[in-house]
Every structure is written in structure tokens, then in C-alpha cells.
């Protein structure tokens, strides 16, 4: 059985940092690329950033860029994302997804394997 399961989240203060994990179970993903997307309250859910197999290629969405990093543990079966400058905007449900082999994807609909995702909320 195939399970990807978040923690990490919590209630934050704008301003400050979190670190979000994602470890893999039942599943080898050191060759898949690997992605983070969140939904917020009535709101579609919208990309984050991924990362390719290999850790070398990533991608963010604008709206993160230059304050949230993405990585992966291969030993560990597990992708991150560091969090910085937090603000209230960023409150939302944050999930994990596995793409398959290779690369990575911005779009939900091309992820297999979703985690049923933190709680992260960022107060003003």
C-alpha cells in the first residue's frame, strides 16, 4: 500500500519559518519527481513547487519564490519544503504528491499518489 504522509505544519506567526516533510511508504520514489501543492479554504488547489528525481531540476510557483525551498532525502524517502517569510496568504492545506519517473509536473492532475496533506496557517 502506498502512502505519503505530511507533517510539519502547524500555526505560525507571519514572518516565520516552518519545514514541511513528506516520507513515502510502500513506495520506492527515489527515481520520481516529487511535488507540493496546497488548497486553501474555497480555493482550487494550486502548485507549490516540485523537484525532479534527481533533486537538481526544481520549480516554484511565483507566488513562493525565493521564500520556500524544496529538497529531497533520498535515504530517507522523503522531500521537504522549507518554508520562510510566512504570511497569511500561505494558510492552506499542504500536500504532497508522487508524479512517477523522472521529472515533475505543475499540474495536480498529472500526480498518481497525493498524501492527505498539513495544516499550515500563518497569522497576521
Known amino acids: 500500500q502506498v502512502q505519503l504522509v505530511e507533517s510539519g505544519g502547524g500555526l505560525v506567526r507571519a514572518g516565520d519559518s516552518l519545514t514541511l516533510s513528506c516520507v513515502a511508504s510502500?513506495?520506492?520514489?527515489?527515481?520520481?519527481?516529487m511535488g507540493w501543492f496546497r488548497q486553501a479554504p474555497g480555493k482550487e488547489r494550486e502548485f507549490v513547487a516540485a523537484?525532479?528525481?534527481?533533486?537538481?531540476?526544481?520549480e516554484y510557483a511565483d507566488s513562493v519564490k525565493n521564500r520556500f525551498t524544496i529538497s529531497r532525502d533520498t535515504a530517507k524517502k522523503a522531500v521537504h519544503l522549507q518554508m520562510r517569510s510566512l504570511k497569511p496568504e500561505d494558510t492552506a492545506v499542504y500536500s504532497c504528491?508522487?508524479?512517477?519517473?523522472?521529472?515533475?509536473?505543475?499540474?495536480?492532475?498529472?500526480?498518481?499518489?497525493w498524501g492527505q496533506g498539513t495544516q499550515v496557517t500563518v497569522s497576521s
Open positions: 504528491a508522487d508524479f512517477g519517473a523522472g521529472s515533475y509536473s505543475v499540474r495536480p492532475n498529472d500526480y498518481t499518489y
Open positions: 510502500g513506495r520506492d520514489i527515489s527515481l520520481n519527481g
Open positions: 523537484i525532479n528525481w534527481s533533486g537538481e531540476r526544481t
